[in-house]
């Protein structure tokens, strides 16, 4: 029940001015003079409309009751089933302060720890702070220079987190190809199945500044089919750097995964496309 309109009404000039706590107050009692007009009246009037108004009928072996639960201050509703965020400040008529996110991805691990960071970061800027448009393409810009930094400098903080499973594929997947890369990068048999690593997309390396033996390694891998026509991906381990003096990352591909495809479900809310925040006029 949205009852932020209601507040204003009631309270007039004096909404500004109110505590939350006193708000807070307010709608509890609007909900439950609700709650009890729906429970005493409206259901028993929907039973009657539908001929089974008996305490006996099938319909009253459900237990219709409604009553208040949650008071959210903010939420962020996505146009998809339990995927929100909210920050409830009542819960069952006692106070509370906890942020609640569903469906957001927030916590996923095939995310890079930077995106996590990102996300949770904005959410709890919208919901407590009220970020407003304006302000919140300014964040959006400002995160995205701060992953293209990290991108630049190998940062496994911007890097996707990957594994190897440990089984057997039909076709490899970009995480084992980027783990073979850098296998043969390296020449060393750093990665094998059940290994973890950070994968980057690449736009290209820089073959002439590898040695004979190195080259003849990635040569082998778009021979045996392993890439069509070149090398596009790598992983790196954990607690190490992408040497991006020989691996020219693809920025438009990792920004897409990381930050524009992360971020649009929220902007949408705001009339955003997220890939055009630096063309808006301020």
């Known amino acids: 029940m949205y009852i932020d309109p209601v507040l204003k009404a009631v309270l007039g000039d004096d909404y500004d001015v109110t505590s939350n706590e006193e708000k807070v107050e307010l709608v509890l009692k609007i909900v439950r003079k609700a709650a009890v007009y729906v429970n005493e009246y409206v259901i028993k ?52 302060d906890k942020l609640t996110v ?22 709890e800027k919208v919901l407590r702070q009220g970020l407003k448009k304006t302000s919140l393409i300014k964040e959006v810009d400002s995160y995205i220079e701060k992953y293209k930094t990290l991108l630049l400098k190998g940062s496994t903080d911007a890097g996707i987190p990957c594994v190897w499973n440990a089984r057997e594929y039909v076709k490899d997947p970009r995480p084992v190809k980027g783990m073979q890369v850098y296998n043969a990068l390296t020449g060393k048999t750093r990665f094998k199945p059940g290994d973890k690593g950070y994968r980057f997309e690449l736009e290209r390396i820089l073959i002439n500044r590898l040695d004979d033996q190195t080259r003849t390694r ?8 392993m890439f069509k026509k070149k090398i596009d991906t790598i992983v790196i381990p954990a607690n190490s750097e992408l040497d991006t003096k020989i691996c020219v990352v693809e920025m438009d591909k990792m920004l897409d995964y990381a930050i524009y495809n992360r971020l649009q479900h929220i902007l949408d809310l705001f009339g955003v496309n997220v890939r055009q925040t630096g063309m808006v006029t301020w």
């Open 45 to 96: 009037r929907m039973l009657e409309c539908h001929n089974t108004p008996s305490e006996k009928s099938q319909a009253n072996k459900y237990d219709f009751n409604f009553k208040e639960e949650l008071v959210i201050k903010r939420g962020l509703f996505m146009d998809t089933k339990k995927k929100y965020a909210i920050w409830a400040i009542n819960k069952e008529g006692q106070p509370t």
């Open 102 to 123: 569903k469906g957001m991805e927030i916590v996923r691990s095939d995310y890079p720890r930077f995106s996590r960071d990102m996300m949770q970061d904005i959410v």
């Open 218 to 225: 990635l040569d082998a891998l778009i021979k045996n089919g």
